[in-house]
């Protein structure tokens, strides 16, 4: 007959801390510098490709483009800010 084995059943090592889940993944600032430049690259994207159209026709369609990209973050912002409750709106209060 072999030897049974004593050993200690292993110990549950405490789980490392975590983050809370509503914090935000990038800062604001970066937010809005990546934003810019999406909305500046797609703006320029949209005119070059409207361009056979006449400048003026392209020009709006890039300031159109960019603005869309601003609009769509803002307000996905403003609903972020509004369901957590927190940001600008509800520091004082």
Known sequence: MGRKSHKQPAQLKPAPA???ANQPWIQLRTGMLVIGVV???????LAY????????VALLWGLGGAGSVW????LSLLV??????????????
């Open 39 to 45: 909305s500046l690259v797609f703006g320029a994207f």
């Open 71 to 74: 609009l769509a973050f803002g």
């Open 18 to 20: 975590q983050e809370p």
């Open 49 to 56: 490709q409207m361009w056979p159209a006449g400048w003026k």
């Open 80 to 93: 972020n800010i509004i369901t957590r409750g927190t940001g600008f709106l509800h520091r004082n209060s």
